[in-house]
């Protein structure tokens, strides 16, 4: 086998709460991910000398050590003494350090696919160890999962079972944010009432839209909207179109709508496009998406 084709999908957050700072460095959250597809391209290549080579169409990713893809290569050849080498070809299409979990999920792909053109039979567990060790959000996608409870640093992961298939409006505004930087800034009230994560979960699970969007919840939102003020623009746009549950993903910038069928998200699509001024639409991602059902 010389070469591997893989998409990698993106993630949301459904919900997002915090409860206070780990002796790592991190923080202890909740989280309820739900996969869409929204995918890069990953084209995995056996190169016949020890290099690992990667190479992107994107001039916002690094290409570098510090890239998660590269990283995940280097410590599972590592791991497991690999003399091969591998050229990691990532054609982007998730937009960069946007909340949806591009890189993370670039991470986990190149796991998977390594495991299969290396032929490490390593099971999901195993892979899963290794994605502890490169990033919080890359064991989420080392599962076929639609959805997931995320525990620890989110990631200790649980299925949460569903036959639901949700369309999204995903819009992210041109403007880069760190990961790092918003949790750095955030103040938490760790004595006041916690957002009930039992009720998204359970709705979820019955296919009950109407609950989800009540349940919807993301701790970093005030953070976010304050070092983004496009955020204000998108969420005052959906609400006009009748949309009052629009969300941050993540760390931001990304906000997210969800309704049933995708008519209505090409619809809103049409209508947001439309509403920026020519001049001003550079640098904007657009998308519509579904869940990607596991």
């Known amino acids: 086998m010389k070469n591997i084709e893989l998409y990698s999908p993106a993630k949301i957050n459904l919900f997002l709460d915090i409860f206070g700072k780990r002796s790592d460095g991190y923080h202890d959250i909740m989280t309820v991910f739900e996969k869409i597809d929204l ?3 990953i084209l995995l290549s056996a190169l016949p000398d020890d290099k690992i080579i990667l190479v992107s169409d994107s001039k916002d990713m690094p290409q570098d050590e510090t890239n998660l893809a590269y990283k995940a290569a280097i410590i599972l050849k590592e791991a497991y003494g690999v003399s091969a080498g591998v050229k990691i070809n990532i054609k982007k299409k998730i937009p960069v350090a946007a909340g949806l979990g591009g890189g993370s999920s670039n991470a986990a792909t190149v796991l998977k696919g390594l495991n299969e053109l290396w032929k490490l039979t390593l099971g999901e567990d195993e892979l899963w160890g290794i994605a502890k060790r490169i990033g919080a959000d890359v064991p989420f996608f080392i599962f076929n999962y639609s959805f997931a409870l995320g525990l620890g640093r989110g990631d200790e992961i649980s299925p949460i079972k569903s036959s639901l298939e949700m369309w999204h409006l995903i819009i992210t505004p041109p403007k880069e944010v760190l990961t790092k930087d918003v949790y750095n800034d955030i103040s938490l009230n760790l004595t006041g009432q916690r957002p ?4 998204i979960i359970h709705a979820i699970r019955k296919s ?3 609950g989800i969007k009540n349940g919807l919840h993301n701790t970093l939102e005030p953070v ?3 070092k983004v003020t496009d955020i204000s623009l998108v969420k005052d746009f959906f609400k006009k179109m009748g949309f009052d549950a629009a969300k941050v993903t993540g760390s931001g910038p990304t906000i997210f709508v969800l309704t ?7 619809i809103l699509e049409k209508e947001f496009s439309k509403s920026l001024e020519k001049d001003a639409k550079d640098g904007w991602g657009i998308f519509v998406a579904k869940t990607l059902r596991d």
């Open 260 to 266: 049933d069928n995708r008519k209505e998200a090409e």
């Open 224 to 226: 976010v909207a304050k």
């Open 39 to 41: 995918c890069d391209t």
């Open 196 to 199: 009930d994560v039992k009720m």
């Open 208 to 210: 009950d839209l109407k």
